[in-house]
């Protein structure tokens, strides 16, 4: 560490308070206000930032104590200052002074210590503790039986599990019951890594999922909604932390959820019959989550068309967009699904499931937590009149009239 720094010093940093910063009180949109963690790590970086000029090559700060008192709100948008300032230097710990400011109006103070560290010796503790988490299953296994299911079909053959989306009445639309039994499927699927080596998921009838259930969807509260919300964006990340390869069969419909339960998968292949669409902004609202997952693979512009828009592409503009990996005919689909499942089965079983966990943790940490912010803005827009007549509108199957539109 450098010479020089002495107490008085100080760093300061601002921020626009954005979705991921903040937490929704009592369920109102309204009451969205810029949350503890997010002003603790605001006056934590300031720190960063005062040290910064005195750190040698190969160094870095890392905090090791914090304790600060929440004392007033921010709302989303707003512009927030934190600064530290040296009190106390220490050999290689320094203590600070937090306090943080939205306007002229403190939020927040407290005291903040930082310690010097080796950067060669942090890197190597990060990546060791990054190696154990990919190891941890994004389930609790459960090496049982799967028992009864109301709203999926599994049939396992050769080591291969077809598990079908059976509520066709309703378009194998994701409803709360369809998502508990998914949890305990996946729970299930990480309880038999040997038994089951492939997993093929699709749908019965004519689609293969239309979407989150919407007239339940009317019936949630706003934390009910959250909790489902946040459930399904669990459950559709874990797929890829699954040891089996996961395929996804489309045929007809995949709308919402069920374009995000496809693209979750690692292979999709679909029917020339096959459409793709996030279509929430119609009934109001942001998709909930998946749309960090979504513009990795189509690009921003793409997503942007989707998720904009609403409408359905088809089974061929999707696999020219590399949404889809293979388009066949209908009547040849689940044959041909099968067929690339057997060929995995050739393979190492270990080298498929390192490589599967290496290419989805190349993506990086950001698309696994950007679903809290997409739920944010799913809920804000839950609670505005726009959403009220979206679902209106598709209970009475009519196009709907927004307000001020």
């Known amino acids: 560490m450098r010479q020089g720094l002495k107490p008085g010093d100080h760093g300061e940093l601002i921020q626009v308070v954005d979705p991921t910063m903040t937490i929704t009180l009592g369920g109102l949109p309204q009451a969205t206000v810029f949350s503890t963690p997010a002003m603790i790590l605001l006056m934590e970086l300031a720190a960063r930032e005062a040290l910064r000029p005195f750190l040698e090559d190969g160094e870095e700060s890392v905090g090791v104590d914090v304790r600060v008192e929440h004392t007033g ?13 040296v009190t106390r230097i220490d050999g290689r710990r320094i203590d600070f002074e ?27 503790t990060i990546m060791k503790t990054a190696a154990e988490n990919r190891e941890a299953p994004p389930f609790m296994p459960d090496a049982g039986e799967l028992g009864a299911l109301e709203t999926l079909l599994v049939k396992v053959e050769n080591r291969i599990a077809t598990v079908t989306l059976n509520r066709p009445r309703a378009a194998n639309s994701i409803d709360i019951r369809m998502t508990g039994e998914l949890e305990r499927l996946a729970a299930w699927l990480a309880g038999h890594p040997h038994e089951v080596r492939a997993v093929v998921l699709t749908g019965a009838g004519k689609a293969f999922c ?46 919402g959820a069920g374009c995000v339960a496809a693209y979750s998968c690692d292979f999709r292949f679909a029917s020339h019959a096959a459409r793709f669409a996030m279509p929430e902004i119609k009934l109001g609202w942001p998709p909930g989550y998946g749309i960090a997952q979504l513009t990795a693979l189509v690009g921003k512009s793409r997503a942007l068309g989707l998720c904009l828009t609403g409408e359905a592409i088809s089974a061929r503009q999707a696999h020219e967009w590399g949404l889809v990996h293979e388009v066949v005919p209908g009547m040849t689909l689940m044959q041909r699904v099968r067929r690339f499942a057997e060929n995995l089965l050739k393979l190492p079983a270990e080298a498929l499931r390192e490589t599967k966990k290496l290419v989805h943790a190349d993506e990086g940490a950001l698309p696994k937590i950007t679903h809290r912010a997409d739920t944010a803005a799913y809920l804000r827009c839950l609670a505005l009149p726009d959403a009220a007549e979206g679902i209106r509108a598709f209970k009475e199957k009519r196009a709907p009239l927004f307000p001020g539109t």
């Open 98 to 124: 937090v306090s943080a400011f939205a306007g002229d109006r403190e939020i927040g103070r407290g005291t903040h210590a930082r310690a010097v560290v080796s950067l060669d010796r942090l890197v190597e």
């Open 73 to 85: 709100g921010a709302a989303q948008g707003a512009a927030v200052r934190g600064i530290a300032r």
């Open 210 to 255: 239309g979407g989150d259930d919407v007239k339940e969807v009317a019936t949630l509260s706003m934390d009910a909604a959250r909790a489902l919300s946040l459930r399904q964006a669990n459950l559709f990340l874990a797929f890829e932390r699954l040891p089996q390869v996961m395929i996804a069969a489309v045929d007809g419909p995949a709308f």
